[in-house]
């Protein structure tokens, strides 16, 4: 009688547990095809949104190089006008650069000296401008092309 007891018992448990695994196995399976389901949704999904970035890329990369090519020529367009203004700055600053040679040139002592004016001088070497700086006796200097001369004054008119 015990033995049946332990049998029934046995039974009983096997049953029960039997049964038991048998839900737990549908749970699993119905976990594992729930999963399965939100995996391809996800990825689908994923897979979705990847050709879509991937279509912006292409999108803005074309934009991107569009944009550039336009940057390179107004780039070109600048470079030529920069180049245009450098020659004409360049060309404005030889002309006033020679018409500043010439204005010197116009200045030159030694010019005037050759054109046969001359330069007096007193006897501290300044330059003579009024007469009434010289009197009757002084002695000046007078400079010409090729030479000075020392000379005395005698008379102031």
């Given at each position: 009688?015990?033995?049946?007891?332990?049998?029934?018992?046995?039974?009983?448990?096997?049953?029960r547990f039997s049964a038991r695994l048998t839900n737990?196995?549908?749970?699993?399976?119905?976990?594992?095809?729930?999963?399965?389901?939100?995996?391809?949704?996800?990825?689908?999904?994923?897979?979705?949104?990847?050709?879509?970035v991937e279509e912006q890329f292409v999108h803005n990369?074309?934009?991107?190089?569009?944009?550039?090519?336009?940057?390179?020529?107004?780039?070109?367009?600048?470079?030529?006008?920069?180049?245009?203004?450098?020659?004409?700055?360049?060309?404005?600053?030889?002309?006033?650069?020679?018409?500043?040679?010439?204005?010197?040139?116009?200045?030159?002592?030694?010019?005037?000296?050759?054109?046969?004016?001359?330069?007096?001088?007193?006897?501290?070497?300044?330059?003579?401008?009024?007469?009434?700086?010289?009197?009757?006796?002084?002695?000046?200097?007078?400079?010409?092309?090729d030479g000075i001369l020392d000379a005395n004054v005698?008379?102031?008119?």
């Amino acid at each position: 009688m015990k033995i049946k007891r332990v049998e029934e018992n046995f039974n009983y448990n096997y049953e029960r547990f039997s049964a038991r695994l048998t839900n737990n196995k549908r749970t699993i399976n119905a976990m594992e095809k729930g999963m399965m389901g939100e995996t391809n949704r996800f990825f689908t999904k994923l897979d979705a949104n990847i050709s879509i970035v991937e279509e912006q890329f292409v999108h803005n990369y074309t934009r991107l190089h569009l944009y550039l090519v336009f940057l390179n020529s107004d780039i070109g367009l600048y470079e030529k006008g920069i180049e245009r203004e450098a020659r004409r700055w360049y060309l404005a600053v030889v002309k006033k650069i020679t018409d500043c040679e010439r204005m010197l040139l116009a200045c030159d002592p030694q010019l005037k000296l050759k054109q046969g004016f001359s330069i007096v001088k007193d006897k501290t070497g300044k330059v003579v401008k009024p007469k009434k700086t010289v009197k009757i006796c002084d002695i000046i200097a007078v400079q010409l092309f090729d030479g000075i001369l020392d000379a005395n004054v005698e008379d102031i008119r």
